[in-house]
Structure formats: structure tokens, C-alpha cells
């Protein structure tokens, strides 16, 4: 499965944060785990592991699926993926701008929902009053256009 491209400038900025995040938290940057988010950096759908495993199976092909979980779960605790969607089919975006996803509860495709100009993705107030905020991930779900009937 072939994953959809982002633009190659948006792909280089979200890879030179990798590798100074990583840097930040003394990990190395090894190519197992530039792949892996190589190849969730560079997609607008939201890939799930195991399209990721595919996808990075091909230039590393004795990479496993455990390893690709595993650093999919590191990559988002270090801040530098999101996972979304069902919880069944967990996803992952590789974009930190502030946006909203519409998780499709039939078909789980997955949709980016960005704020239009002058517009905030709000925070309320009492879980401000909680604690620091680090990331806002609002979800709508339901049936989009593509599976609901006409």
C-alpha cells in the first residue's frame, strides 16, 4: 500500500524536528526509527501500523511488526505523532499544526478538520485550571459521505 505524499517541505520540517527532538532526549537517531516516521510524516492518511510496516518492510524488509509498534508508541510519547481514530484501528498523523479529525465509524478513514483563518481550536477553561496543556486532539465522530447512504 502505497501511503499519499505531503508536500516535500512539510516532510523535511517534520523530519528535522524528529532528529532535534530526539537529540533533546538522547535517543539516536537510528533508520528503523527515521523510516518509521518517514513513513507516517510523509502521508495525509493517517496510516495505520501495520500500512506503515508495509510501507517501511520495503527499503527495511527484516524490520517486524513488534518494532513498529513499539516505535509508534515511543514517537507519539516523545510528542512527535498523534494517534487517532478508533481505538480498534488506531491511526497516526505525523502533523502537530492544531487541527480536528472526523473519524469515520464505518469505514475508519480518517479526516484532517483545519481551523479556517482567524479561527482557534479552544481550550476550556477548567482544563487550563487542570494543568499545562501540551496537546489539544478533538475528535468527531460518525458516518461520512462515503459510507452514508443517500
Known sequence: ???????????????????????ELGLRVTRQRQEIFRA???SDKHPSAEAVFLQVRESMPNVSLDTVYRTLSSLEEMGLLMRVGL???????????????FVCTQCGEVYDIFPQENEQIACPLPA???????????QFKGICKNCRPQ
Do not use: W
Open 1 to 23: 500500500m502505497l501511503l499519499t505524499l505531503t508536500e516535500p517541505a512539510d516532510v523535511q520540517m517534520r523530519l528535522d524536528y524528529f532528529e532535534t527532538r530526539c537529540k
Open 40 to 42: 507516517v510524516a510523509q
Open 87 to 101: 481505538s480498534s484501528k488506531a491511526r497516526f498523523d505525523g502533523d502537530l499544526r492544531p487541527h480536528c479529525h
Open 128 to 138: 487550563r485550571n487542570i494543568g499545562e496543556i501540551k496537546q489539544i486532539n478533538i
